[in-house]
């Protein structure tokens, strides 16, 4: 790896493609505040989706760890050749991470990413899909979608994706970034998200977060009626430990709630 510094001349050169999601973050201090948002060791792997012109990487780099990015965009190859030879040319989205990775020697895996926010889901659920040695990811997405993924029960933003989250992560909303930070200026705000990998118990998360999706099929239905085709009986019991009526709707019970109820059922 190796760093150089790239004149401003050579980052306006390059517009942002709107097919592409692309909202270049512009602002040092929201490059430093979201670089030094992890402690890395020097065994560890920083894992970029979407360097672009490499404004948040060349502070990535500079990191006393292992890098490697993920670049959709080949008229970044000119600009990011001047930070490092450690990326990787295509859509992050069609990779077999696994196999990428598979020459680095590491114990814990960072991924750093300023994200396009239609994908911010499929590239969450792609990187569960592998077996990594994933410790947290730090996420800049859109300010709405920041919320759901941290929500509390009780609260709108609640839903089927935050108790997804909750099963692997500890969730939490670290800042805001305005839109004045981007360059082109998006029509959203943004935060920057913080997602602690937990260790848990394994289940059939197939079944599991399939379950989850019936809990939360009709948020204007109790969990009574939306859970019809369950044993009931099983789901009270659960309900009743933590001091829950069977009248309660999904949006109203903590994630542990739900991983209690599908093992009680499941077993």
């Avoid at 201090?29 to 065994?43: M, R």
């Avoid at 295509?90 to 994200?115: E, H, Q, T």
């Avoid at 609640?158 to 970034?177: A, R, S």
Wanted: aromatic content about 14%; overall charge neutral; hydrophobic content about 40%.
């Amino acid at each position: 790896m190796f760093f150089c510094y790239v004149s401003a001349g050579d980052f306006m050169e390059i517009s942002a493609k709107k097919s592409l999601g692309q909202n270049f973050l512009k602002d040092e201090g929201i490059l430093q505040k979201i670089a030094d948002s992890v402690e890395f060791g020097s065994n560890n792997l920083i894992l970029e989706i979407g360097p672009g012109k490499g404004a948040l990487t060349k502070y990535l780099i500079q990191k006393n760890c292992q890098y490697v990015g993920y670049e959709i965009d080949e008229r970044m190859r000119p600009i990011l050749s001047h930070y490092t030879d450690r990326i990787i040319f295509a859509d992050f989205l069609s990779r077999n991470i696994n196999k990428d990775l598979k020459n680095f020697s590491y114990d814990k895996l960072y991924v750093i990413a300023n994200i396009p926010y239609y994908i911010t889901t499929p590239i969450i659920e792609h990187l569960l899909s592998f077996d990594l040695k994933l410790s947290k990811m730090v996420l800049l997405v859109q300010k709405e979608v920041a919320l759901r993924f941290s929500a509390k029960p009780h609260t709108k933003d609640y839903g089927y994706f935050t108790v997804y989250l909750n099963y692997y992560f500890q969730v939490m909303k670290l800042f805001d970034v305005s839109r004045e930070c981007f360059d082109p200026i998006p029509n959203v705000e943004s935060a920057v998200v913080l997602f602690e990998k937990k260790e848990n118990n394994p289940i059939n998360t197939d079944a599991y977060f399939s379950f989850l999706k019936v809990c939360f099929a009709s948020k204007r239905k109790t969990l009574k009626n939306n859970l019809k085709n369950y044993d009931w009986n099983k789901v009270l019991c659960v309900l009743q430990k933590y001091g829950f009526s069977d009248n309660v709707r999904a949006e109203e019970l903590p994630s542990q709630v739900f991983q209690d109820i599908f093992e009680y059922i499941s077993a």
